[in-house]
């Protein structure tokens, strides 16, 4: 028995395919060597063209088109039950964002883990917050792309208890590879024990909960560290060189500087970076979002 209920079929359509490539692999490399010795330019030294072999012409034509057709059968058998969703499911949101995975269970609970109970059909609705990620579950045999905009799902049931890992299989910026999380595979009684000792809201100021839905913590680091962009840690009441309309000038970081920079990012760009690099958040992030955020940033020093 695998780690979920799709292993079985994935590992079947794997091997029917892999042992169909090496055959050929074996096979093609084995004639290919025959031929160049047994037609070697010393044994024959007059070429000779042969044609019009129908036999020949149909069997490649026919043993091909059957293996294809063998590994399309075994592909679709393993796929089609994953997006055949049973009624009966826990369902669970996955948020992506550059760069981390966050769950959100019924009641808005979240958690930076996948919590799951064994034996239960589990559907995660796939959301980003940013760009294209994908989110793989190697033991489970699943993988989905998570793309802005687009609703998309993928459903398991967990068969064996365990941690295990989950990952991002989509270049997705700088910090791709540290784009990790855990599923956990618990007794149904440990989940729902798990589930009721999560809290029901973050206890994270709501500046920082607006900055990272917006995934702005993928780029500018809270703790001083460089990421992408100048660390937000500090940043209030900072002096700046930056350039506008072509001219450098020095300005200080206050309100009216940070709304400038979230909603028109390229009109005062810090000496040393690029245009282009940050998109603007205009109608996306509110002006009182904007006041929360410049408030939480007012407390970072």
């Not at 042992?19 to 024959?44: A, N």
């Not at 760009?131 to 579950?137: D, E, Q, R, T």
């Not at 799902?153 to 068969?159: D, G, P, V």
């Not at 024990?193 to 909960?209: D, M, Y």
Request: charged share 25%; glycine share 6%.
């Amino acid at each position: 028995m695998g780690a979920s209920n799709f292993v079985e079929g994935v590992d079947l359509a794997f091997k029917i395919i892999f042992g169909i490539s090496l055959f050929f692999l074996v096979g093609i490399t084995t004639v290919m060597l025959y031929f160049v010795f047994r037609y070697d330019r010393k044994r024959h030294p007059k070429a000779v063209q042969i044609k019009d072999n129908n036999i020949l012409e149909i069997t490649w034509i026919t043993i091909p088109l059957i293996l294809v057709l063998l590994m399309f059968y075994y592909g679709y058998v393993a796929f089609s039950p994953m997006r055949n969703v049973p009624k009966d499911v826990i369902p669970i949101t996955v948020i992506a964002k550059m760069w981390s995975w966050t769950f959100e269970y019924e009641g808005g609970k979240q958690s930076a883990e996948l919590v799951v109970p064994i034996n239960k059909a589990i559907k995660l609705n796939l959301h980003s917050d940013d760009v294209i990620h994908s989110l793989y579950i190697p033991a489970f045999r699943i993988k989905e792309d998570v793309v802005p905009g687009k609703k998309n799902y993928m459903w398991f049931i967990a068969q064996q208890p365990g941690t295990y890992d989950i990952l991002c299989t989509v270049y997705c910026g700088l910090r791709h590879s540290y784009m990790e999380a855990k599923a956990r595979v618990v007794p149904e009684a440990e989940y729902l024990a798990w589930l009721k000792a999560l809290p029901e809201k973050s206890s994270e100021p709501e500046g920082l909960l607006i900055l990272k839905k917006n995934a702005c913590t993928g780029c500018h680091s809270i703790d001083g560290s460089k990421i992408v962009s100048t660390s937000f840690k500090g940043l209030y009441g900072k002096t700046e060189k930056v350039v506008t309309d072509g001219k450098e000038r020095t300005v200080t970081v206050d309100d009216d500087y940070i709304k400038s920079s979230v909603y028109d990012p390229d009109k005062d760009l810090v000496v040393g970076f690029q245009k282009g690099i940050m998109k603007t958040y205009k109608g996306i992030v509110t002006e009182d979002e904007m006041a929360k955020v410049t408030d939480y940033l007012k407390t970072i020093k």
